[in-house]
């Protein structure tokens, strides 16, 4: 497997791909048959047998999830309709040493979701109840298979909507959203999925069930809540998740901008968030994205844009009134030439529709794409955005820019036909020279995808041994049996009994007496 | 366990990347014992099937996979299986149940910001499924009963005396109460429950001549189960195009467009009811051809396709798909001449799959709606979701459609519109029987209907059989 780094959500190559080499992240089909066995048999007592997968053909399509580079498939897939029966899959996991790998929708683009070829794949699409809706206390009770726009749509009526939004909200799974701590458009004025979880129950590595946190904020004692949510799976599968719900403002007015470059777009949005306006959101989308987007979705976004802003300010009226002034001066002052306010719900959502779409739009103007994310401070902008330009320019590779501006999380789609000679190997180099730009700018690799197997081997680049080996213990301490989706977010799995071989002395939390190393 | 399972199976081709894998290496020795899904005659196209990104935004408004939640019964999941008969893997009984269970709604072309053309990819998959999977005894003869009745009027017609007689002697409650022939037979009972109440048939001449000034020459199709069924849509059809200024020309000739054939995979049969409806319509000398069934429409707007690999009408084919407009599509072009008498009455539009999804009209009928005055639109929540009629699909399948028309249902109640609008005989069969179980009250049109009643000044209570 070439792609250690950049999300590759590449198209093809759909003939003759070769099955990946078992690695350590994906195990190897065949081992531990006897466990998978025993497994299917608990699996085939509690749940209908529709509910468990074996057959070849079937398991096929799970093999991937948003990320369509990494394929595995899986040895069993189970499809749970209870957190009884989940409970009791994961159980006869934790007994048999057998992995297991949690799936919502399948819409990641970490490949968080690869299954192991020696494991069960533990899907929760069929657990989409939506429990409560408490509009009094603004709380939501759901089941982790709900999709996330289904939340907002139950709550609308009682005058609430859920604020997290990724792009893919139409299907990605509140479950998805609690392990990847997803983020989206609004993320910059509500916050991620972390701000919006108040409480979890989860099915542990070991098949018991516990609850984290609640109805109320801020449980007493360690955040056992806030280390589970974007843990990515990998300390236990969430069975419910109560959620935050928001009032849905008085007044929302969606602004699009047309500007001649990013530069000038991006120097509007530093100029309207240094003042102290806090939009929803602010998303920019450079002239190739509006390519394929138009293409896509026919959004109608201005003529011959180099660069436009998405803005969208919500809250009282008043408040609204006054912040549009203000963002109509500062965008006009950078070199706005088109400035369009949307003047009913549906204008809203066709801008809205050129820009969630855009992802999977890139495949209209090239064959094969990689999504890349990565977060920098949000007064970089312009000088990353350069550099981005000036790596494409020097390599002859493409790259569209899609991105949250408002808090500097940027998502490069890099463009390629994985039919040409090379073609594959340099888009992957300028994927991956583009995080390391965001490391040596003081941002990170990830904004909001998540590591999964896709980045798992850029971690060395962000965190030390040491930082890795505190965070190994964090986990060892919920899965010492290292089953819950061995093989994601850190580069080199190690077992929890495993002495980790570069360090040459203890660890310095061992020594000092304050950890022990399992 | 899987892997146990492939292990004893042993035929190397079993398994599509290993199949792929050997390509690649050495060439196996012996000939293989598996054969591969497809043929080499059209197979679903590679080159489409590369255009799937994986998103998933296509599963949200797919029927199969908001009532299974599996992935392969979503289209990014058969779009796997396709890719894996391309790779070799056999057709399997289980490989053909997810191809059989799609509906062919199409909503996923629409949800798809890629732009995969899923509805090439499954057309050409059921012609692979026909030719190479043996069906079971029951399925077949289902089938067989099915494509020797819907397609033709004259059986259609013979049947409609019978059905008459059972439905005036009161004995359809007392069956449907019974529950006896849902357990015998749900197929049988799933079409017993269909069948719409039957009206008068309305006999139409060859030609209706235009009102006042003469704006364009049509041909109208009258199709089988529309003509048969619901006749009073055909005569609404002529009336509202006469009125609107054009001659309409009715071929005795026609027949079936071939709709079901093509929709489920029956090539030849597509092939000779394409061939019959271009002669018959060539042969009226029209510039355009108005159809008033969604399903039908969009299938004979895909002719080009079906006859492409045909010397002789590959070109006729072409020019002949471009002449198909659906009612609503051309009568919003030529804009409105006849007078509007006011219709004082809340209607639900229902877009039937193959009129929005297939064929992209949504606004056309709603604009053609709205122009009635005093007529007030409203829109159904979840309104990109199958009804689960689906041409035969209700009949095959009556559990899944069952529990789509009761969400159908529940969704148009839910407007609390006194007249459910939809140009698609077979939406209408399906959500009168869900909302008649459900106990719901509303009449049921099409949107010509509407448009021959406002234009003839009809009261309300002429449109529809009131539930």
């Given at each position: 497997m070439s792609g250690t780094h950049g999300t590759q959500t590449t198209a093809?190559?759909?003939?003759?791909?070769?099955?990946?080499?078992?690695?350590s992240a994906t195990g190897e089909a065949g081992d531990n048959a006897a466990g998978i066995e025993a497994v299917g048999r608990v699996a085939r007592t509690v749940m209908?047998?529709?509910?468990v997968i074996a057959d070849p053909t079937q398991l096929r399509t799970y093999e991937c999830d948003g990320l369509a580079h990494y394929r595995v498939t899986p040895a069993l897939v189970v499809l749970p309709e209870t957190t009884e029966q989940l409970a009791a899959v994961v159980k006869a996991c934790a007994d048999h040493g057998v992995p297991f790998v949690a799936r919502g929708s399948g819409t990641g683009l970490s490949g968080g979701a690869l299954p192991r070829a020696d494991g069960v794949l533990v899907v929760t699409s069929r657990m989409r109840t939506i429990r409560e809706i408490r509009r009094a206390d603004q709380r939501a009770v759901v089941e982790p298979g709900v999709i996330n726009l289904d939340v907002t749509r139950a709550a609308t009526g009682e005058g609430y909507y859920y604020a997290p939004d990724p792009s893919s909200q139409q299907i990605c799974s509140i479950g998805g959203n609690l392990a990847e701590n997803s983020g989206g458009?609004?993320?910059?004025?509500?916050?991620?999925t972390s701000n919006h979880v108040l409480g979890t129950e989860l099915v542990t590595p070991q098949g018991d069930l516990v609850q984290l946190?609640?109805?109320?904020?801020d449980s007493p004692g360690y955040d056992l809540l806030g280390t589970v949510v974007g843990s990515e799976g990998t300390l236990g599968i969430a069975t419910t998740a109560t959620v935050r719900l928001v009032r849905l403002p008085e007044e929302v007015r969606t602004l699009l901008v047309g500007f001649h470059s990013t530069d000038d777009a991006g120097a509007a949005t530093s100029a309207i968030i240094g003042s102290g306006v806090l939009p929803a959101a602010i998303e920019m989308m450079d002239a190739l994205a509006i390519e394929a987007a138009e293409a896509a979705?026919?959004?109608?976004?201005?003529?011959?844009?180099?660069a436009v802003l998405v803005i969208e300010l919500d809250g009282a009226a008043a408040e609204v009134e006054h912040e549009y002034a203000l963002v109509e001066r500062f965008c006009q002052e950078n070199g706005a030439f088109e400035l369009r306010l949307a003047i009913d719900a549906t204008e809203r959502a066709l801008i809205w529709r050129g820009r969630k779409s855009a992802f999977a739009a890139v495949g209209r103007i090239s064959p094969d794409y990689i999504v890349q994310d990565g977060v920098i401070p949000r007064t970089a902008l312009p000088e990353v955005l350069r550099a981005i330009a000036e790596l494409s320019e020097s390599s002859g590779v493409r790259v569209a820019n899609v991105f949250h501006a408002g808090d500097g999380n940027l998502h490069p789609l890099v463009l390629f036909d994985g039919e040409k000679e090379g073609a594959t190997e340099a888009a992957e180099q300028v994927s991956g020279a583009i995080l390391d730009l965001c490391i040596t700018h003081g941002g990170a690799i990830t904004g909001e995808h998540g590591v999964g197997v896709d980045k798992a081997a850029y971690m060395p680049k962000m965190f030390t041994d040491d930082d890795l080996d505190t965070m190994q213990l964090v986990r060892c301490a919920f899965d010492p049996g290292n089953i819950s989706n061995p093989g994601k977010v850190f580069p080199t799995p190690r077992l929890c009994g495993e002495v980790p071989g570069k360090r040459k002395k203890a660890h310095p939390l061992v020594e000092a007496g304050l950890a022990d190393a399992f | 366990m899987a892997e146990s399972t492939r292990a004893r199976s042993d035929e190397p081709q079993s398994d599509p990347r290993k199949a792929d894998a050997l390509s690649a290496g050495p060439v196996p020795v012996g000939t293989p014992t598996v054969r591969p899904a497809f043929d080499d005659e059209h197979p679903p196209s590679a080159e489409l099937i590369s255009d799937c990104v994986h998103c998933g935004f296509c599963l949200p408004t797919c029927p199969t996979y908001t009532l299974w939640g599996e992935e392969m019964d979503s289209p990014r999941g058969r779009i796997d299986l396709m890719k894996a008969g391309l790779q070799g893997a056999p057709m399997t009984d289980t490989m053909v149940q997810h191809f059989d269970a799609c509906l062919g709604c199409m909503a996923c072309v629409t949800a798809c910001p890629s732009g995969v053309q899923y509805d090439k990819l499954i057309e050409a998959t059921r012609v692979q499924v026909e030719r190479h999977h043996t069906r079971s005894p029951g399925d077949r003869a289902m089938r067989a009963a099915i494509f020797a009745l819907f397609p033709y009027k004259k059986r259609l017609r013979a049947l409609r005396g019978p059905l008459r007689a059972y439905q005036a002697s009161g004995l359809p409650g007392v069956v449907r109460k019974s529950g006896l022939l849902e357990r015998l037979a749900p197929k049988l009972a799933a079409m017993e429950g269909l069948a719409p109440v039957l009206e008068k048939r309305e006999k139409l001449p060859e030609r209706v001549p235009a009102t006042g000034t003469r704006r364009a020459v049509v041909g109208l199709l009258t199709g089988c189960v529309q003509g048969e069924f619901f006749p009073g849509v055909n005569a609404a059809t002529a009336r509202v195009l006469a009125a609107e200024g054009c001659d309409v020309i009715i071929p005795r000739r026609q027949g079936c467009c071939g709709a079901l054939s093509v929709h489920n995979g029956r090539q030849e049969e597509a092939e000779s009811f394409a061939r019959a409806t271009i002669d018959a319509f060539e042969a009226a000398g029209v510039d355009t051809v108005v159809v008033n069934a969604a399903g039908c429409g969009s299938s004979m707007k895909e002719y080009a396709d079906v006859l492409a690999d045909d010397p002789d009408y590959a070109e006729r084919a072409k020019a002949f798909s471009g002449k198909v407009r659906d009612v609503s599509e051309f009568l919003a072009d030529l804009g409105s001449v006849a007078v509007r008498h006011p219709l004082e009455v809340t209607v639900a539009y229902h877009d039937a799959c193959h009129l929005g999804h297939a064929q992209g009209i949504r606004s056309q009928p709603r604009s053609l709606l709205k122009e009635v005055p005093g007529l007030q639109l409203k829109e159904i929540p979840e309104a990109d979701i199958c009804c689960g009629s689906a041409g035969i699909w209700n009949v095959l399948n009556p559990e899944p459609a069952r529990e789509l028309g009761d969400r159908k249902a529940r969704n148009i109640a839910s407007t609390g519109a006194q007249l459910l609008v939809t140009a698609n005989p077979g939406c209408l069969m399906q959500v009168s029987s869900s909302l008649e179980r459900q106990g719901t009250r509303i009449g049921l049109a099409h949107t010509i209907e509407v448009l021959d009643a406002s234009i003839r000044g009809l009261p309300v209570s002429t449109l529809g059989p009131q539930h």
């Open positions: 093809g190559p759909v003939l003759g791909d070769t099955p990946p080499e078992a690695t209908p047998e529709t509910g458009a609004h993320c910059l004025k509500y916050g991620f946190g609640g109805l109320a904020p979705v026919h959004c109608n976004y201005p003529d011959g844009a180099g | -």
